[in-house]
């Protein structure tokens, strides 16, 4: 029973566009989250994360949105650049970041010049 | 170095053997994960060792998996008597406290059971 669920396993999306990558969750009890990157034949490294107290957290480029109520979060990236075409996980952890990550099955991002 | 990092690359053996991977995790980082990701899959959880805790094994998926971390620092994961379902990329990450701290992953070693 997958908790993390990345409905989309690829999304293409033009240079200077904006780029969101959706996951939902079904675990009511998560209220950390997490997104990573990740290359080809590289490990995850780490982009952006929210507490469940914020509904918004801002990284440069990167924006992370929590929908609590609908068990939902995104990652928007804006502009898009085709330095960012890589697949994106999604993670969520219960027990404010304290219990083991559970990731989802990821979305590969083309960013096309 | 700098960076989490994992040997060997690349790992292919028979069914039925062992395997050993090793993890040399940033240093002073307190806290080490050991993943796997199937093809197609996300992240699976299989180990975490925090200081001198005990580990948290519940990820472990058989008794055929089990990892060492010695003197705090590098971590040793091992698979007995291996199955093709074992093929997987097996990451190792560190960080400098709990779950809640940004991982620092390396690059995996790719494991294939012939």
């Known amino acids: 029973d997958q908790q993390v669920k990345q409905n989309s396993p690829s999304l293409s999306v033009q240079e200077g566009r904006i780029s969101i990558l959706n996951c939902d969750y079904t675990?009511?009890?998560?209220?950390?989250f997490l997104w990573y990157k990740k290359y080809p034949a590289e490990g995850p490294t780490f982009l952006i994360s929210?507490?469940?107290?914020?509904d918004k957290n801002e990284d440069g480029r990167f924006t992370v949105f929590l929908n609590k109520s609908a068990k939902h979060l995104s990652l928007h990236i804006v502009p898009s650049q085709p330095g960012d075409s890589a697949v994106y996980f999604c993670a969520a952890s219960v027990n404010s970041g304290n219990t083991p990550l559970v990731f989802g099955k990821g979305t590969r991002l083309s960013v096309i010049a | 170095g700098a960076g989490v990092s994992q040997s060997p690359s690349n790992k292919v053996t028979e069914k039925g053997k062992d395997v050993e991977l090793r993890c040399d995790p940033i240093?002073?980082?307190?806290?080490l994960y050991w993943y796997r990701q199937r093809l197609g899959q996300g992240l699976e959880f299989l180990i975490y060792f925090q200081g001198n805790s005990a580990p948290d094994k519940s990820g472990l998926p058989s008794d055929r998996f089990s990892a060492e971390r010695t003197g705090g620092s590098v971590s040793t994961l091992t698979i007995q008597r291996t199955q093709q379902e074992d093929s997987a990329v097996y990451l190792c990450?560190?960080?400098?406290?709990?779950?809640?701290?940004?991982?620092?992953f390396g690059d995996g070693t790719r494991l294939s059971i012939l």
């Open positions: 990450a560190s960080s400098s406290g709990g779950w809640s701290q940004p991982q620092h």
């Open positions: 929210i507490s469940s107290i914020k």
């Open positions: 240093s002073g980082h307190t806290a």
């Open positions: 675990n009511s009890m998560f209220d950390y």
